[in-house]
């Protein structure tokens, strides 16, 4: 924002439309620290909906008069093994890029996180208090009072910031791209260290690949794990009459 651009705004009128959150938040996501930035309304919109949607996911929607329920709709479920790895994905992706002050990816991954949790049964306290923690530098307003409707009597100022831990970042299943003499034909998804065979009876059971493998003689598989099978398939001649 300045007088030389033509856009000059006043964070005052700003904050009392969006909230000082919001404000925040877009600053750091209109690109990389050193760059220089146009203000763009409709930026500020956009970060002032992903606040909004995170409030919703973890307090639920209003009331018809407008008004929110005092806790959360989060539950004390334990987390399930692929809510673990989405969060310690977002929190390795997030502490990388502010130690690097690329904050408008950091933000990004926040906000793919988001996307993700919408889409699970229910949201378990213990993961969404660490992405809490994970929002409080960028939004520290917000996430402070979520953080005391999650149950918590002390200021998130307090609480260390989230560390990824490793097991939860191992990729578990590979997309397999699966070739019949040379050509990609399709692709599988496989478990991480599975055997030509298994490899083999995925592709033969797949809809699109089996009617390359049926009906010809497997002359050889070429497969290297967790990057490709090659399957050389003659097809048999039909004896004419």
Not at 23 to 32: D, I, N, Q, S, W
Not at 159 to 165: D, I, N, S, T
Not at 193 to 212: N, P, Q, T
Not at 225 to 230: A, H, S, T
Request: charged fraction near 25%.
């Amino acid at each position: 924002m300045s007088k030389s651009r033509g856009n000059v705004i006043n964070p005052d009128d700003v904050i009392s439309e969006y909230g000082s959150d919001s404000l925040r938040l877009y600053e750091m996501f209109m690109g990389p620290l050193r760059d220089s930035k146009t203000w763009s309304t409709g930026g500020i919109e956009g970060v002032h909906r992903f606040l909004g949607r995170t409030w919703r996911l973890i307090v639920g929607p209003p009331f018809p008069d407008g008004s929110c329920r005092d806790g959360t709709v989060a539950t004390d479920s334990e987390p399930t093994l692929e809510q673990l790895r989405v969060l310690h994905k977002c929190i390795a992706k997030v502490s990388e890029e502010i130690q690097e002050t690329r904050f408008n990816t950091a933000i990004s991954s926040m906000m793919e996180f988001i996307n993700a949790a919408y889409k699970w049964e229910n949201q378990p306290k213990e993961v969404m208090e660490v992405f809490v923690l994970l929002l409080s530098p960028f939004a520290p307003h917000m996430a402070e009072e979520l953080w005391f409707r999650l149950g918590n009597s002390t200021s998130l100022a307090y609480e260390p910031f989230p560390e990824a831990k490793s097991e939860y970042l191992k990729e578990t299943t590979v997309v397999l791209p699966v070739q019949i003499n040379g050509k990609t034909r399709g692709t599988i998804t496989v478990e991480t260290g599975c055997s030509e065979e298994d490899a083999f009876k995925l592709a033969s059971a797949d809809e699109k690949l089996c009617k390359y493998l049926n009906g010809g003689e497997i002359k050889k598989r070429i497969y290297v794990p967790g990057r490709i099978l090659n399957v050389i398939v003659v097809q048999q001649k039909v004896a004419r009459s």
